[in-house]
């Protein structure tokens, strides 16, 4: 369990997230960042740190934390499946671990490059959690015409064509981390994840050209991708990155030790 402050722990977690109905009015600004840490703060000020108990769908528990803070585990939303999306870990772990998230979202790298990797290590390679990635390719709306976040999302759908969804998933990731480093504050619908890149992507994964190139350019998943952001929606969602955790919500790139404090106590 986490020894940090609690009122720094708390501001903190709160800022990690892109929310969907600030966005537009960020994007006119050049320091897009700070200012949509402060309005992700005000969006998710009453959300929960963290859950301290076994759940059933629909409930909640109170308990007490091993700080002594009395916290409620939020209950379980009913309707999150998995779908057809393409599991990462054992089908038959008892945890489920969804995530919504877009590709060029700043707080979706962060998680991707800090806490995804302690997840997979400590629980998805030991058969605990089984991880799904779901999108919500929200940010083009605000693109003047672009459509990244749409095209990374269906590129990554025609991998999964040639049994390689989660190593370009990490590859456009990878990619976004990069921009972002070279752009900050401007890595979003900056022209990075074009067609030329995404199919270059494709080729440093060795998948066949002609097969991934003719899925890409013909938008043979554009509906797939647009029904999850749909699903996601109707099951709330409002912000990247959102995740599942047997059903219960938690929105941002939260601490490692949060999640982990969740996942053990479904895992009892």
């Given at each position: 369990?986490?020894?940090?402050?609690d009122k720094k722990e708390?501001n903190?977690?709160?800022?990690q997230k892109?929310p969907?109905l600030?966005v537009?009015?960020?994007?006119?600004?050049?320091y897009?960042l700070?200012?949509?840490?402060?309005?992700?703060?005000v969006?998710?000020?009453?959300?929960?740190?963290?859950?301290t108990g076994?759940?059933?769908?629909g409930?909640?528990?109170t308990?007490k934390a091993?700080?002594?803070?009395?916290?409620?585990?939020?209950a379980a939303?009913?309707g999150?499946?998995?779908g057809?999306?393409?599991?990462?870990?054992d089908?038959k772990?008892?945890?489920?671990?969804?995530?919504?998230?877009d590709?060029q979202?700043?707080?979706c790298?962060?998680?991707f490059?800090?806490?995804?990797p302690l997840?997979?290590k400590?629980?998805v390679d030991k058969?605990?959690?089984?991880m799904?990635y779901k999108d919500f390719?929200?940010?083009d709306?605000?693109?003047?015409g672009k459509?990244e976040s749409?095209l990374?999302?269906e590129?990554a759908?025609?991998a999964a064509?040639?049994?390689?969804?989660w190593?370009?998933?990490?590859?456009?990731?990878?990619?976004?981390?990069?921009?972002?480093?070279a752009?900050p504050?401007k890595s979003?619908n900056n022209g990075?994840?074009?067609?030329?890149k995404l199919?270059?992507l494709a080729?440093?994964l060795?998948?066949?050209k002609?097969?991934?190139?003719?899925?890409?350019?013909s938008?043979k998943?554009?509906d797939?991708?647009?029904?999850?952001v749909?699903?996601?929606q109707?099951?709330?969602?409002?912000?990247?990155?959102?995740?599942f955790i047997?059903?219960?919500k938690f929105?941002g790139?939260?601490?490692y030790?949060?999640?982990?404090?969740?996942?053990?106590?479904?895992?009892?």
């Amino acid at each position: 369990m986490s020894t940090k402050n609690d009122k720094k722990e708390e501001n903190s977690w709160k800022s990690q997230k892109e929310p969907l109905l600030e966005v537009e009015e960020t994007r006119k600004r050049d320091y897009f960042l700070p200012i949509s840490i402060l309005i992700a703060g005000v969006l998710i000020a009453g959300a929960l740190i963290y859950s301290t108990g076994k759940k059933t769908v629909g409930s909640a528990e109170t308990k007490k934390a091993d700080n002594g803070l009395v916290v409620q585990a939020p209950a379980a939303i009913q309707g999150v499946e998995i779908g057809d999306s393409v599991i990462l870990g054992d089908p038959k772990a008892s945890v489920t671990f969804i995530e919504y998230a877009d590709y060029q979202c700043p707080f979706c790298t962060s998680f991707f490059k800090e806490t995804e990797p302690l997840l997979i290590k400590d629980y998805v390679d030991k058969g605990n959690v089984k991880m799904v990635y779901k999108d919500f390719a929200f940010l083009d709306q605000f693109a003047g015409g672009k459509n990244e976040s749409h095209l990374a999302a269906e590129a990554a759908a025609c991998a999964a064509d040639q049994g390689k969804f989660w190593d370009y998933h990490d590859l456009i990731f990878k990619t976004e981390i990069a921009d972002q480093q070279a752009n900050p504050g401007k890595s979003e619908n900056n022209g990075n994840l074009n067609v030329e890149k995404l199919e270059s992507l494709a080729q440093e994964l060795g998948l066949n050209k002609n097969q991934f190139n003719s899925c890409l350019e013909s938008n043979k998943y554009k509906d797939k991708i647009q029904k999850e952001v749909v699903e996601a929606q109707a099951l709330g969602v409002k912000a990247t990155p959102t995740f599942f955790i047997n059903g219960q919500k938690f929105e941002g790139a939260l601490p490692y030790p949060q999640f982990k404090a969740t996942i053990d106590n479904l895992l009892k």
